[in-house]
């Protein structure tokens, strides 16, 4: 890089006429006005975009730490731990949360400690993406979701405020039982503010024993319920008959677990939401489904429904909308919209005018395969959007199996047999394929877009398969059941029949788990949850003691559950089986991670890249494949884009034009997270959260914070 380059003019001009030299001074001492990254993903709009321009891509290669925090709580032993933070910071304090689930806050331009909460209230564990900012220019305040618990903390000094809910929170669960239902909530996705309204989704179980998935809004002040919005409608609400009768009592879920966004100036709040309960069998709950698998547009005030478009009609695939909305504006024809957009794990972008709720572009309605399930009933069609161009691939048979596999005859004659070939097969009792994969395609992470509306999607396309088969039957006139059986029941849809789990981590296997963990340890884990596994408070606990001594090697019984009253169903699944050939690689021919840049004015693909690498495999000549990924980019007006995200630990920042890697490094752990780009001081910062811990990386507890020198 030329020094000249990184010069201001009044300063070339300077040592032209005087003969000064400076060899230290560069664009990084001009100042630069102090920018903060107000809310989960950079702003109300969702769109992971900074407008600083100091670091840029001429010096963006001199990027070096600056500061790091150990936020502590990270189990760096059995590396069970992730951050999947998003920090904010607000007038030079920047607020996260650690890999101990604890809410903090830091000088943004040290990484100094200001206060940390040491919370230890009895209630389900979670990963946290972050906290929401609040303040009405007299008072600050963060609201944490802690497991099922809302607190509102002074800003100042983490202290929860005693007139908010009951002393400092308000308990999620409440309003959202139903009969039959199981205990489980949790706040992992930051809140949304709207004046004094404060607007929030859960997590719930996805079980057919799971919660209510309605949104509720509170007062930012009081914690006293403002609004519902019921999304298993009552009857005489919209889309009742959408459902079969009463589903709103013998069904959960239909949650917006990924977070929202918001027009502020219209005072609508897009609410994007997930499938209803059990995720792979909705026998009991015919039709179409609204408002499950939603974009939802509503008054942010009062919570009335403006419109509505369902992305997938009766899902039995578990195809949530997985991020949030994003709203730009983009130009067509010379005129300018206002729109939002949604990204999906099939690959495909939803976009609507912001107001109307009417397609920017066509979406189709198509016909897919019924199900062969008695009992079942597919929707006959899916809405597929014509533009913007697909950002994954959409379909998986023998001729798309990686020639470099190392079992590739065995896979396709796997293949051969199974049910594959194209989206929304629905689940049968052979091997069902899903591709991409039952988590995407995109994630959790979402879009990030800039000013241009240029939008920039990470993603993967790792095979899944699953299949459908009875549910144990052990209650119906029988005195005893097995810990075998109750594994079957409980635990074998995601940890496997054969107790190994997946192959690469997401979900742990157990076949060891007894020593591993002690008894105590392993019910504090089915008591609270733990990452994304749901507490288990449902199983009395008999039964949970059955089900530690059928993993220990013991066949012990306990007395039947006649008297249960949770929500069942007649089926369960196999697992969420990525499909790797016997060297651990995914069995399809790369890429497995992608990150890929669309012209939203157009819809058209402008570049795809693979988004991180297998060393390994780098150095025997193979092209980078792309990894696993979850978190997602942000994306500067200095030409940037940073993401971490990939399996490989490494932080990247890409040309966002071009897709071209432009400067790296290697993290503590893997970057399971979104960065954070602000300016303190004159200087403009990148934080990212390191927390590891899933696809059997190491955990971590450091957040780094990245600028020139």
């Not at 209230?121 to 609201?143: C, H, L, P, Q």
């Not at 799971?210 to 609400?237: C, Q």
């Not at 899916?382 to 023998?398: A, C, D, G, H, Y």
């Not at 899944?464 to 144990?472: E, K």
Request: with cysteine.
């Amino acid at each position: 890089m030329k020094p000249d380059q990184q010069l201001p003019f009044s300063f070339k001009l300077l040592t032209a006429v005087v003969g000064i030299t400076c060899i230290t001074l560069s664009a990084t001492n001009t100042n630069v006005p102090d920018t903060d990254w107000t809310e989960y993903n950079g702003g109300a709009d969702k769109n992971h975009f900074s407008p600083l321009t100091q670091i840029n891509t001429a010096n963006v290669a001199g990027l070096k730490p600056v500061w790091q925090y150990a936020s502590g709580g990270a189990d760096t032993v059995k590396n069970t731990t992730q951050m999947q933070c998003n920090p904010i910071i607000i007038n030079g304090v920047l607020y996260g949360v650690s890999a101990g689930s604890q809410a903090f806050a830091l000088e943004a331009a040290t990484g100094k400690e200001i206060w940390k909460t040491r919370l230890n209230d009895d209630t389900f564990n979670m990963t946290s993406r972050g906290v929401t900012y609040w303040t009405d220019g007299k008072e600050a305040r963060i609201f944490f979701a802690y497991g099922a618990l809302m607190y509102a903390l002074n800003a100042k000094d983490g202290q929860p405020i005693t007139s908010f809910g009951t002393n400092g929170k308000i308990n999620l669960k409440d309003g959202i039982t139903r009969p039959g239902a199981d205990e489980y909530v949790v706040g992992n996705t930051p809140a949304t503010v709207y004046k004094n309204v404060l607007i929030v989704g859960t997590r719930v179980s996805e079980s057919a024993s799971a919660l209510l998935g309605d949104i509720r809004a509170y007062d930012v002040k009081t914690g006293k319920k403002i609004w519902t919005f019921h999304t298993i409608p009552r009857p005489g609400e919209y889309g009742y008959n959408t459902w079969e009768k009463q589903n709103y009592q013998n069904t959960g879920g239909a949650n917006s677990w990924m977070g929202m966004a918001i027009d502020r100036q219209r005072g609508i709040v897009y609410v994007p939401t997930g499938s209803a309960a059990f995720d792979f069998y909705g026998g009991n709950r015919k039709g179409d489904n609204l408002f499950a698998n939603c974009l939802l547009a509503l008054d942010a005030a009062t919570g009335k429904r403006l419109w509505h478009f369902q992305t997938v009609h009766h899902d039995i695939w578990d195809r949530d909308i997985p991020a949030p909305p994003n709203l730009f504006t983009i130009t067509q024809n010379g005129k300018k919209t206002d729109v939002v957009s949604l990204v999906s794990k099939q690959g495909f972008t939803f976009v609507f005018n912001r107001v109307t709720g009417k397609p920017v572009f066509p979406i189709e309605e198509r016909p897919f395969p019924a199900s062969e399930i008695p009992g079942e009933k597919a929707a006959p069609t899916q809405p597929i959007p014509v533009l913007p161009e697909p950002f994954t691939r959409q379909s998986f048979t023998v001729n798309d199996v990686n020639p470099l596999a190392s079992n590739k005859e065995e896979i396709r004659e796997i293949l051969k047999k199974s049910n594959t070939g194209r989206p929304f097969i629905p689940l049968g009792r052979e091997r069902t394929l899903f591709f991409p994969g039952s988590d995407g395609g995109a994630q959790w992470g979402g879009a990030a877009v800039d000013e241009n509306s240029i939008m920039y999607v990470p993603a993967k396309e790792n095979p899944v398969f699953s299949s459908l088969i009875d549910a144990p039957d052990y209650a119906a006139g029988k005195a005893s059941v097995t810990g075998k059986q109750l594994y079957q029941t409980y635990c074998a849809s995601c940890h496997g029949a054969d107790r190994e789990g997946n192959h690469d981590g997401t979900i742990p296997g157990l076949l060891n788990i007894t020593t591993k963990y002690n008894q105590a340890a392993i019910l504090q884990i089915m008591a609270k949850g733990r990452g994304m596994m749901p507490a288990l408070t449902h199983i009395k606990a008999a039964d949970k003691q059955a089900i530690i001594d059928f993993l220990a090697g013991k066949n012990t019984s306990t007395q039947a559950n006649t008297a249960s009253k949770l929500s069942k169903v007649p089926y369960t699944h196999t697992g969420y089986n990525r499909w790797y050939d016997t060297d651990g690689y995914p069995v399809s021919t790369p890429p497995w991670g992608t990150l890929t840049a669309i012209d939203m004015n157009t819809g058209k693909r402008q570049w795809q890249v693979p988004l991180g690498e297998y060393p390994e495999l780098t150095a025997r000549g193979i092209a980078p494949t792309g990894t696993d990924n979850y978190g997602s980019a942000a994306v500067t007006a200095g030409g940037l884009l940073f993401i971490a995200a990939a399996k490989d630990e490494q932080f990247r920042a890409f040309d966002r034009k071009t897709g071209k890697i432009l400067w790296q490094f290697k993290l503590p752990a893997a970057g399971y997270a979104s960065p954070s780009v602000y300016a303190v001081n004159g200087k403009q910062y990148v934080v990212i959260a390191c927390g590891g811990g899933k696809l059997k990386s190491k955990s971590s507890d450091k957040y780094i914070a990245f600028a020139l020198p």
